[in-house]
Structure formats: structure tokens, C-alpha cells
């Protein structure tokens, strides 16, 4: 009898162990809401530390990393494509943030998230990137690492960690309208920023051109959606009266860019005044190219 009470103890104990959940596996952020979190809505931290200080992310050159950049990915029943690199890349939309659901789950590229670091998710930005995000409506900035996906809302553009969202002030509203601009290091330490100014301040950009077989053009930005490269081409043509203001499209590796660029410009056309206008209008860094 007692025989028959410990190997029944033993089945009811075995069986215990094997309805336990496995360890979680790399899941990307908001795109599996049925149950993974413990958590139904997300919300902030109820005793919050003060995350005023936190520094930006100090952008450096990272490859690739091996998870979040699988092109093209769906998610609830939508395509997305992966950029193949983040230079170039400006875009203005709404940004949101998250917070104590997701905090200590695995980011898209198997980081752990903590939401009291400068970190974001975007959804066709290689990972790792850094961008600088600018609240449009008070004129704060920081500077974030991208490092997962999202969010996943129509009219969503990027989303924030709690401390990013904290420093820009959209914590309140859970929304802002920003600019996202990406800094992109170079492996020799060097790097493509943008330039950030108080005001209306002309970027750092030659004025004039030198003599070249090549085509110049004054890039304003590069976008992941037409509709977005279009907005900008209508905010810009008026400040760039008497030069062409085009719509270029590339498809590096399947993953469409559009570039808005000005031009072509006459070799040695001065752009003081060109370029004064933007920075007025708020296009704080365009940059010269050249194409054959």
C-alpha cells in the first residue's frame, strides 16, 4: 500500500514538471499579444526612478545583429521590409513608448528590454541603428538605439523606451509628434549625423560645387514610405523656388528608399540662401551628392 502511495506521488509529481512553461523564447515586441506577458496593458512604473539624467546612447559602429533583421517580416497579416542601411534616413510621424509590460523581455534581436535606457523600436530600420528623435512640438531631442520592432499601429512612426519618452515629454499624452533623424557611425569612428540646432541654423554643408562630370543634387531625406517623401517634397518646394524638387526611388536589396533630393544644381550655383531657407522650414540636414 505505502509502495503504491509513493509511485503514485511520483507520476502526480512528473506530471507537474512537465506542465511547466518552457523559458521564453526571442519574441518581437508587440507583435504577440496572446498571453506571452504577464501583463494585459502596458503601463508605466508605479514608483518610477528618475530617469531626467539618463544620458543619450552614444552612437558607435555595430554590425548587423544576427536577430530583428530578417527582410520581409509580417505581422498581423502585413508585410514589412528591412532597410539595409540607415543612412540618409529623416522622417517626421507620431511616436509612442512602452513600458513595464514588455520591460525584461527580449527585444526582436534577443536583448533583454529595459525601459530605463535610451533604446526604440522601429519597423524598417536595420538593427542596431541610432537616431536622434525630436519632439516637433517643444523642440527636446535625445538620441536612442534601435534595437527592435515596431510598433505596429498604422499611424505610429517609432516607439520609445519609458526614459526616452520621459525626457522628450509624451509620457503624459503617450503620443508626440517627432522627427526621427538617423546618425549613422562609420567603422573608422567617423559618422554621417544630423545637425542639431537651436534654430533656424544653416547645416554644415559646402555652398558651393566643384567642376564634375557627375550631377549634383542637395539630398533632403530618405524615407521607407512614398507617402512620407511626398509630404516632404510639398513642405520644401516652397522654400526652393527656381530649382526642381524630385522623388528618387531605389530598391537595395528589395527594400524600397525614396530620397527627396533638389536639383540637378549648376556647377558652382551658390546654395547660402538655399540652404538658410531649409533650415527656416526646419530641414536642418541636407547634404550634397553626386550621381553619374
Known amino acids: 500500500m505505502r509502495a503504491g502511495l509513493i509511485s503514485l506521488l511520483l507520476v502526480v509529481m512528473l506530471a507537474g514538471c512537465s506542465s511547466r512553461p518552457s523559458p521564453q523564447a526571442p519574441v518581437t ?21 528618475d530617469v531626467s539624467k539618463v544620458p543619450d546612447a552614444v552612437p558607435r559602429y555595430e554590425p548587423l545583429s544576427r536577430g530583428g533583421n530578417r527582410s520581409p517580416y ?22 509612442s513608448w ?17 525601459m530605463y535606457e535610451m533604446t526604440a523600436a522601429h519597423k524598417s530600420l536595420p538593427i542596431p541603428s541610432f537616431v536622434r528623435v525630436t ?3 517643444n523642440g527636446k531631442s535625445v538620441i536612442v538605439r534601435v534595437n527592435d520592432r515596431g510598433p505596429f499601429h498604422q499611424d ?41 540646432a537651436a534654430g533656424p541654423v544653416a547645416p554644415a554643408v559646402s555652398t558651393s560645387l566643384k567642376a564634375s562630370h557627375d550631377r549634383r543634387y542637395l539630398q533632403i531625406g530618405a524615407f521607407a514610405s512614398e ?3 511626398r509630404r516632404a517634397q510639398q513642405q520644401v518646394m516652397p522654400f526652393a523656388a527656381g530649382f526642381a524638387v524630385g522623388i528618387y526611388t531605389a530598391n537595395p536589396s528589395g527594400s524600397p528608399i525614396y530620397r527627396v533630393k533638389i536639383g540637378p544644381l549648376n556647377v558652382g550655383e551658390p546654395l547660402d540662401n538655399l540652404i538658410a531657407s531649409l533650415a527656416g522650414a526646419g530641414f536642418h540636414s541636407p547634404h550634397l551628392v553626386a550621381e553619374p
Open 29 to 49: 515586441h508587440p507583435t504577440d499579444p496572446s498571453g506571452r506577458y504577464s501583463m494585459t496593458h502596458d503601463k508605466a512604473p508605479a514608483t518610477p526612478p
Open 74 to 95: 509580417e505581422v498581423f497579416g502585413k508585410t514589412y521590409t528591412v532597410m539595409p542601411s540607415a543612412e540618409g534616413y529623416r522622417e517626421s510621424g507620431i511616436a
Open 156 to 196: 505610429r512612426l517609432i516607439d520609445l523606451s519609458y526614459a526616452a519618452a520621459y525626457r522628450l515629454d509624451i509620457l503624459q499624452r503617450g503620443t508626440g509628434r517627432v522627427k526621427v533623424e538617423a546618425i549613422t557611425p562609420r567603422p573608422s569612428g567617423q559618422m554621417q549625423a544630423p545637425t542639431l
Open 135 to 137: 519632439n516637433l512640438d
Open 227 to 229: 507617402e512620407s517623401a
Open 98 to 114: 512602452y513600458g513595464m509590460k514588455f520591460h525584461g523581455h527580449l527585444t526582436s534581436n534577443g536583448e533583454v528590454y529595459d
